[in-house]
């Protein structure tokens, strides 16, 4: 059986009005937000967007999707984890103060707003999934741990993964820094000499001793290593380097994230994305993030891959081409779809339904 995908047009993101009587439609005549039903705490996904972008989903939505969970007998907060790169949501503190920036509080949106601190070992759940690439997947508690789950993605482009939708939202996005790294990290960094004024960071933080420093300067034996990138992530100056396009491997490792989550919250999940203010790259990107496709409209499914597939084909017809793979060449949108569908979390036969 085709899993429902329900589809409302948007013709100007900016006119957060027109967008919020669209959402009510589509809420309301997709009938969604009902696997939530009484089901205590629900954990909203989000991403507050990087210091210095305006491509998230905005409050005004928020606040409308947090009174329709409400009245579901439900309490809605919204959350996301904390970042692998040195932006400004690396800690709680500062992704906090960006999320309020942008406008997602408590007295704005209708709900708290949580970020999980994955430094403490109470916040962090190590999930045995043993997939082919991920044992055990290493994902904020909070997200397993919710009543239910609703996934509200900002669909785009992206270098990695050639486009971002529920399935990233989900995968990379709950996972704690580490099993961001996880996912991330497949190569051996390559060191910028002339950037690195060493610190020693790397040479700390490496768990095989794969670095050691020189005339002031990192050294790397690619011999010893073993790719985990911890060394990429502490580096004050950007001095070391990885080739995250390298691979399809990323893309599997992060649905393997996603089907961590979903496995846990089976039944009890579901999804809106919202294919407006379409970028080249993802909400992480603070600055020369380009439009790539005009705004399409919102879609909301209880399938995490029919609707990712049929906000990818969406947004296609509406360029007329595929889009993505235009701006992200040898990156295959098909890898997570396919492999997601592969793991049971969904199907790629699905019906639209617009409303
Ligand atoms: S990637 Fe990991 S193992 Fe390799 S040098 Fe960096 S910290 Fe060490
Ligand atoms: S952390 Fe970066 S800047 Fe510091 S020594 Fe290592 S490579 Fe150089």
Not at 170 to 176: F, I, P, Y
Not at 206 to 223: F, I, R, W
Request: include cysteine.
């Amino acid at each position: 059986m085709k899993s429902k995908v329900f589809f409302v047009p948007v013709k100007d993101a900016e006119d957060i009005d027109a967008v919020n009587r669209q959402l009510d439609v589509l809420l309301k005549g997709s009938e969604i937000l009902s696997v939530l039903e009484k089901r205590g705490a629900v954990a909203v996904k989000m991403h507050f967007g990087e210091e210095g972008t305006d491509s998230f989903v905005r409050p005004d939505h928020l606040r409308l999707l947090c009174g329709e969970i409400a009245k579901k007998g439900a309490v809605p907060y919204l959350s996301d984890a904390n970042t692998l790169y040195r932006g400004k949501r690396l800690n709680c503190e500062d992704h906090l103060e960006v999320a309020k920036a942008h406008g997602f509080t408590k007295e704005a949106v209708g709900a708290e707003i949580v970020i999980p601190d994955d430094r403490k070992e109470e916040n962090v759940a190590d999930v045995p999934i043993d997939r082919e690439f991920i044992k055990r997947a290493k994902v904020c508690r909070c997200y397993l741990d919710a009543g239910a789950l609703v996934a509200v993605t900002h669909f785009k482009g992206h270098g990695m993964t050639s486009f971002g939708g529920t399935l990233k939202n989900l995968g990379m996005g709950c996972a704690t820094r580490a099993g961001k790294l996880a996912q991330h990290c497949d190569a051996v960094p390559s060191i910028y000499e002339d950037k690195c004024i060493g610190c020693g960071e790397c040479e700390t933080v490496c768990p095989v001793g794969a670095l050691h420093m020189e005339n002031d300067k990192s050294v790397l034996d690619t011999e010893k290593c073993i790719g985990c990138a911890s060394c990429v992530a502490v580096c004050p100056s950007m001095a070391l380097f990885v080739d995250f396009l390298a691979g399809d491997k990323i893309q599997k490792k992060m649905v393997e994230y996603a089907y961590a989550i979903l496995k846990e919250q089976e039944g009890k999940a579901c999804f809106l994305n919202f294919a407006v203010r379409i970028n080249k790259e993802c909400d992480c990107w603070s600055y020369g993030n380009e439009r790539i496709a005009p705004d399409v409209g919102i879609l909301a499914s209880l399938d995490p891959v029919a609707i990712d597939k049929a906000s990818l084909d969406l947004v296609n017809e509406c360029c007329g081409k595929e889009i993505f793979v235009e701006f992200h060449p040898g990156k295959d949108p098909m890898v997570q779809l396919e492999y997601a569908q592969s793991l049971g979390l969904g199907s790629l036969d699905y019906e639209l339904v617009r409303l």
